[in-house]
């Protein structure tokens, strides 16, 4: 829980060593988030980090958004199953747009929505360092993934597997997506997108796949549909 956080922070703020921890499932909330994020601060080793269902919520993500941005060593952030919302995924975008150093992203399941999910979608079109993004399960819809489309518009050198399965998202979604795969596939670093466990009929799987093939072919490199 939160008070043992406290014990934990100054352990993490001194040690030399440790590279992975993983506090998955102990009820942390925003106070213990806190306390970690505080410690991770000053902490030079921890290189992943694994706080999903941990109770976090907008004021927790907050603190670790804080971090990442004077934490140059952390390259793995798993905070799944945390309930933090719009403005803590607002927060952590907005630490995200131009600092850190965070490559694998994992938001999982946060309650996150449209809003959440567009904040998001508008950081990756600026931050150089995430390579891998899970939103999955997050209730993204049609008008959310409306904005990853915009962002994919954009040249992006770095996101290179995006998992949007469990997210209510249906043929408009996907042809969106589509299109903006056909008009950067010279410019995108997409090597992966995940598309499971959406409401997406044949014809918008054949447009994905389609514009998979388009993109691949112009980029020379395979992308993987997951659907």
């Known amino acids: 829980g939160g008070e043992g956080c406290v014990a934990l922070g100054k352990y993490l703020k001194g040690d030399k060593n440790l590279v992975w921890a993983n506090f998955y499932m102990n009820d942390m909330g925003d106070k213990g988030a806190g306390e970690i994020a505080e410690a991770l601060k000053s902490n030079k080793t921890l290189v992943h980090i694994d706080l999903g269902g941990n109770n976090i919520m907008a004021t927790g993500a907050a603190k670790l958004g804080e971090m990442v941005q004077e934490n140059e060593k ?3 952030m798993e905070l799944s199953y945390n309930p933090m919302g719009p403005d803590g995924a607002k927060a952590l975008a907005d630490a995200l747009k131009f600092k850190g150093k965070v490559n694998i ?3 999982g399941w946060c309650k996150l929505g449209v809003k959440g999910g567009s904040a998001i979608a508008d950081a990756m079109r600026y931050n150089t360092s ?3 993004l899970d939103l999955r399960g997050n209730g993204l819809g049609e008008e959310g993934v409306y904005d990853f489309a915009a ?3 954009v040249v992006n050198d770095t996101l290179e597997r995006l998992d949007l399965g469990y997210n209510d998202i249906k043929d408009q979604g996907a042809f969106a997506l589509a299109q903006a795969l056909k008009s950067n596939s010279d410019g995108i670093a997409l090597a992966t997108l995940s598309m499971n466990n ?3 009929t044949k014809f918008g799987e054949v447009a ?3 514009a998979v093939d388009v993109a691949s072919e112009i980029s020379g490199k395979e992308i993987e549909l997951e659907i």
């Open 198 to 200: 959406n409401y997406i």
């Open 208 to 210: 994905l796949k389609e």
């Open 151 to 153: 962002t994919l518009k």
């Open 74 to 76: 952390l390259e793995t």
């Open 105 to 107: 992203l994992k938001l």
């Open 130 to 132: 995430v390579h891998t």
